[in-house]
């Protein structure tokens, strides 16, 4: 945080002193609290400040696969649902990005620099097969905090690092998108013709392949799906 305070010199002209302060304190909300500070010259002169903090909850959401990548390489789409309302209740004074990243084939996992989506809408749409994690992004002025958070690494005194997260801020929000055998494709043809039969004609649906594990049902005009390809009918039908 900075403040500052104006002391007047013996001439009576201003001298501003600005002060960057860091304050670690375990308080986690809710509601706010008040911060006292102090400072002191060489002289023992005083300034005291109140500073009031208000507690902003973190984003804490879910990440829900709507569909997995069955129906083509690229069909698979998620969503990212804010479960707490004490986030959403101030939602307007940010603006918020969603980003997505994607495991690299290796197992390892890239930097949010290299996310594959970044957008402000929470649905992510066109991917692929594959293990995906999500963060969300949310700023304020010139602050940009994020969900979930990165382990913070810092120098210790006498050498040496050391490295701190805060679980469950840091728990990564991840989701599995499963892969299918390409696009759906079929061929109907009429095999009978209603004057060949009694009163019917016949329709088959042929070379069905794609999807999600090659197992198939069959619908004419919206009706009832059925595991036979064949359909038995009157007039023209719409088939799917």
Known sequence: MKMQKL???????????????????????????????????QNNCEAVREVTYDYQEKPVFDLIKVTDAVCGLTTGSLKINITNSGFTARASEYTIIYKLIKKRIDGTWPDWDDAIKSQSNPVFTGLEAGDYRARIEYTKGTQTCHYPEDCITYNVDGGGTR????????????????GGNGALRFFPGVVQLACEGPGSAEIVVANTSGGYNNEYQYNIDDGTWQDSNRFLISCQRDIR
Do not use: A, R
């Open 163 to 178: 490295t701190e997260c805060n679980p469950p801020h840091t728990d990564p929000k991840e989701q599995t998108l499963i």
């Open 7 to 41: 002391f007047e010199s013996e001439s009576g002209t201003p001298n501003v002193q600005t002060y960057t302060l860091t304050v670690k304190d375990p308080w986690v909300g809710p509601g706010s609290k008040v911060y006292k500070l102090y400072v002191y010259d």
